[in-house]
C-alpha cells in the first residue's frame, strides 16, 4: 500500500465550479499536511500547510484535514481556467522529516 | 530572484555517461531536498540534507547516485553509468525547520539516449 493515494483524474469542470480534491494516507504518524500545485513542466509551488487536524483557509482555497480517517481535501471556490494544473497533496512525520507525495491529481478548469 | 535554483534546467546524454546536476537552496534554508519525477507520478524521495550532513537516502537510490552538500550550502546529485530509466526530472527543495514547507525549484530534465 502506498503512503499516499489519490485519484489521478482528470478531473474536468466549468470555470467557477466548486472543486473537491481528495487524499488519503496510511501512517497516523503524519503529523503535518500540505498541498501543491504543480504546472506542466514546472517544479511544485506549495499552496497550504496545516498541522494536525482541522480546516484552514486561503483565498479561495481551503484545506482540511480529517487524522481519525486518514484524509485530507482541498476545495477550491470559484474556479478559474488558471487553476489547472497537477495537485499533490503530501505529509510528513515530524518538521525534521522528508515529505511524502500522492501521484497527484490533474484538474482543467473549461472556461 | 531568492528562490530554488536548479542547472541546468535540461540534460541530454547518452547512456553510459555520468552527469551531475546543481541545486542552490533559499540562502536561509538549512535543509535540502532530492526528488525524482516521472511523467503522471508524484515527486519520489531520494535523499535529503540538514545542513551538510545527508540524513537519510531513499531504497531508490542506487550506488549509482551520489548527492554532497558541501559547507551546508549548495548542492551537487551526481548519476554514474546513466540509464534510460535515469530519465526522468530531478527536482530539488530546500526548507527551514519552522515552518516545514519545502520550496522547489523548477527541476533539471534529464533524457539519456
Known amino acids: 500500500q502506498k503512503e499516499v493515494e489519490q485519484d489521478p483524474g482528470p478531473l474536468s469542470v466549468p470555470e467557477g465550479a466548486i472543486v473537491s480534491l481528495n487524499c488519503t494516507y496510511s501512517?497516523?504518524?503524519?503529523?503535518?499536511f500540505m498541498w501543491y500545485r504543480q504546472y506542466s513542466r514546472k517544479g511544485p509551488e506549495l499552496l497550504m500547510y496545516?498541522?494536525?487536524?482541522g480546516n484552514k483557509e486561503d483565498g479561495r482555497f481551503t484545506a482540511q484535514v480529517d487524522k481519525s480517517s486518514k484524509y485530507i481535501s482541498l476545495f477550491i471556490r470559484d474556479s478559474q481556467p488558471s487553476d489547472s494544473a497537477t495537485y499533490l497533496c503530501?505529509?510528513?512525520?515530524?518538521?525534521?522529516?522528508?515529505?511524502?507525495f500522492g501521484p497527484g491529481t490533474s484538474l482543467s478548469v473549461i472556461p | 530572484d531568492t528562490g530554488v535554483s536548479q542547472n541546468p534546467r535540461h540534460k541530454i546524454t547518452k547512456r553510459g555517461q555520468n552527469v551531475t546536476f546543481r541545486c542552490d537552496p533559499i540562502?536561509?534554508?538549512?535543509?535540502l531536498y532530492w526528488y525524482r519525477q516521472t511523467l503522471g507520478q508524484g515527486p519520489e524521495f531520494l535523499t535529503y540534507?540538514?545542513?551538510?550532513?545527508?540524513?537519510?537516502k531513499s531504497r531508490l537510490l542506487s550506488d549509482r547516485f551520489s548527492a554532497e552538500r558541501p559547507k551546508g550550502s549548495f548542492s551537487t546529485l551526481e548519476i554514474q553509468r546513466t540509464e534510460q530509466g535515469d530519465s526522468a526530472m530531478y527536482l530539488c527543495?530546500?526548507?527551514?525547520?519552522?515552518?516545514?514547507?519545502?520550496?522547489f525549484g523548477q527541476g533539471t530534465r534529464l533524457t539519456v539516449v
Open positions: 501512517n497516523s504518524a503524519f503529523q503535518y
Open positions: 540562502s536561509e534554508h538549512n535543509r
Open positions: 527543495a530546500s526548507s527551514f525547520k519552522s515552518p516545514p514547507e519545502a520550496f
Open positions: 503530501a505529509v510528513m512525520k515530524t518538521s525534521y522529516d522528508k515529505v511524502i
Open positions: 496545516t498541522y494536525s487536524s
Open positions: 540534507f540538514q545542513n551538510e550532513a545527508q540524513l537519510e
